[in-house]
């Protein structure tokens, strides 16, 4: 009976998160900028009743829904920021601004979130606790919105936080749960090679800053492949190489970027010493000098164990079986950890692509988007976790 209950709930608001999440998609605005986005979520928010809805920053929204009994206080979280990137897809509800673009489901997730408060105002007779809805700023752009959102208190007092993120790798119908670490540090650094500039027909008595600049990006491959334990995960990308104006000039200074990607934190602390040494090493053998900046970025997302067991079972009662599947770890980082470092929390995938319908770009490419159907699954796991543990008379 629950699992129908709860199907009927969400077929009642899917039509509207679908609207939402094409509106937001239409709008989008980048981090730290959420000014219509948050407005429009607390406007939304503000229509349902019973809730106390708050900006806790210019950007962010926080909702609280005090259930009829006492019991556990329960923090859900979305984020609401889009990318600095042109959209290229062709459907109806595209972006209405050049480099702005909702290409990593946030929209999607606060359309979600937005359906679950719907839901969970109208069962509020049967909720033990709190149910706390963070509508998160900021999640693109470091040092990110979740810490500064710590840091205003909007999870103070919870006993456990949970997030979902749309996933295109993992195709629609599947959610993916896992504990341990699950997404990675992710740092970033910046290089300036300065060497001595001149003729290009005169390489003899100039340095080379390129030359020099594409001997380090090599080297520091060396770091994965042979400075580190092969079992440990590290990833070491070199994304920018900024250098030169003409074809017959040799330029006086090459600009490095990148980012490390790691869980552990002592690896964290030994892979920009390992860096600098060869950057040194390199640049003082041809006679050149280097400026090296590492900066350490979001914490690793580690679910906890016990909150990610109460999710998969939350799951598992509610879904088909083979729909919840055992995640592996991601590279790729989000600030949902700084919510983990306050209150035990677990954070996991609802998959989104499809590859019949040509759903397959990946998050942060021009042509990336969600298979709609996603958004249910979404509205469905959240309300599910909900009802199982604040619930307990229907959960």
């Known amino acids: 009976m629950r699992i129908e209950?709860?199907?009927?709930?969400?077929?009642?608001?899917?039509?509207?998160v679908v609207a939402w999440r094409r509106y937001l998609h239409k709008n989008p605005e980048l981090s730290f900028e959420e000014v219509n986005t948050s407005q429009f979520v607390y406007d939304t928010l503000q229509s349902f009743g019973g809730l106390e809805v708050s900006k806790p920053t210019k950007t962010s929204v926080l909702a609280r829904l005090n259930g009829a009994y006492l019991g556990p206080v329960l923090a859900l979280r979305a984020d609401m920021d889009a990318l600095p990137i042109t959209e290229e897809n062709d459907f109806d509800f595209v972006s209405r601004f050049p480099g702005k673009m909702?290409?990593?489901?946030?929209?999607?997730?606060?359309?979600?979130?937005?359906?679950v408060a719907q839901i969970l105002c109208g069962l509020r007779h049967e909720i033990h606790g709190e149910v706390r809805f963070i509508f998160q700023h900021a999640e693109e752009l470091f040092p990110g919105g979740a810490q500064e959102l710590v840091h205003a208190g909007v999870i103070d007092g919870a006993d456990?936080?949970?997030?979902?993120?749309?996933?295109?790798?993992?195709?629609?119908?599947?959610?993916s749960v896992?504990?341990?670490?699950?997404?990675?540090g992710p740092d970033t650094f910046h290089i300036r090679i300065h060497g001595q500039g001149g003729h290009a027909a005169e390489p003899h008595v100039n340095i080379d800053p390129i030359l020099i600049a594409s001997q380090v990006v090599t080297n520091l491959q060396h770091i994965v492949s042979r400075n580190v334990d092969p079992l440990e995960q590290l990833v070491l990308s070199v994304t920018q190489f900024h250098a030169g104006t003409a074809h017959n000039i040799i330029p006086e200074t090459v600009e490095l970027c990148g980012t490390v990607r790691s869980f552990k934190t002592e690896l964290r602390q030994k892979v920009p010493e390992l860096m600098e040494r060869i950057i040194?090493?390199?640049?003082?053998?041809?006679?050149?000098?280097?400026?090296?900046?590492?900066?350490?970025?979001?914490?690793?997302?580690?679910?906890?164990?016990?909150?990610?067991?109460?999710?998969?079972?939350?799951?598992?009662?509610i879904f088909p079986e083979g729909t919840v599947v055992e995640g592996v770890p991601d590279m790729g980082g989000e600030d949902f950890s700084a919510y983990q470092a306050k209150v035990p929390g677990t954070f996991f995938y609802v998959g989104a692509g499809n590859l019949q319908e040509g759903i397959t770009f990946p998050h942060h490419h021009p042509k990336f988007t969600v298979d709609e159907t996603s958004?249910?699954?979404?509205?469905?796991?959240?309300?599910?976790?909900?009802?199982?543990?604040?619930?307990?008379?229907?959960?």
Request: net charge negative; glycine share 12%; hydrophobic share 40%.
């Open 102 to 115: 909702h290409a990593c489901g946030h929209d999607g997730h606060t359309a979600m979130l937005l359906g």
């Open 178 to 184: 896992m504990s341990g670490p699950m997404m990675a």
């Open 280 to 317: 040194k090493g390199i640049t003082g053998a041809h006679g050149s000098t280097y400026e090296f900046e590492y900066q350490g970025g979001y914490r690793p997302v580690i679910n906890d164990e016990a909150v990610t067991k109460k999710v998969w079972d939350s799951l598992t009662d």
């Open 160 to 175: 456990s936080v949970i997030g979902i993120h749309l996933w295109s790798p993992l195709e629609v119908g599947k959610v």
């Open 5 to 16: 209950m709860i199907q009927s709930l969400v077929d009642q608001v899917k039509d509207e």
């Open 375 to 395: 958004l249910s699954i979404g509205v469905m796991s959240f309300v599910g976790i909900v009802l199982k543990q604040l619930c307990p008379t229907i959960g």
